[in-house]
């Protein structure tokens, strides 16, 4: 059995972390063309730049390689656009939950891992393909079930507040 698992990132999520930028970009390029009128100039640039921020955003937040290390008991979380590593034992981690969120296809499965009674770390099934492997992976960690979060535990993770009991 391997003795570490690095995420795998779906590809629809590198389609968009890759072209939606450049999608963006495309646009604001387009609107110094003469071809619209100033009215329509301004609202192509508004839309292309306002498209690109949040995607650059989006890309900023979440595009992070995990490795699971089963040998050294670490999660290492590496921001693939900042370079920055965060490192964490399995022992300074109190366990981790599950989460089912509803969407347009379905449900997608989304394991936070719980600190300080927090919900801490994210690994959603809408961007990493071998999320069910990863959760296999955090079989050394405590498995605290499965969480439904409403509206009151939406704002408490939006804003680091204590979670669980």
């Known amino acids: 059995m391997k003795s570490s698992v690095t ?31 100033p009215a329509d100039k301004y609202i192509l640039l508004g839309t ?8 650059l955003l989006a890309l900023w937040v979440h595009a992070r390689r995990i490795t699971i290390d089963g040998d050294t008991r670490t999660i290492t979380f590496r921001n693939l656009v900042t370079r920055k590593e965060e490192l964490y034992s399995f022992d300074e981690l109190e366990g981790f939950v599950e989460v089912f969120i509803s969407t347009k296809g379905g449900k997608v499965k989304v394991l936070y891992l719980i600190k300080n009674r927090k919900f801490h770390k994210k690994l959603s099934g809408s961007i990493y393909s071998n999320l069910d492997e990863l959760q296999r992976a955090l079989a050394p960690i405590k498995y605290l079930g499965v969480e439904k979060i409403g509206l009151v535990k939406g704002v408490k993770i939006l804003f680091g507040q204590p979670i669980l009991k």
């Open 48 to 55: 292309g730049l306002i498209h690109f921020l949040i995607l």
């Open 7 to 37: 995420s795998r990132f779906r590809i629809f999520m590198l389609i968009m972390w890759v072209f939606a930028p450049l999608f963006g970009f495309f646009i604001c390029f387009l609107t110094m063309s003469g071809v619209f009128t």
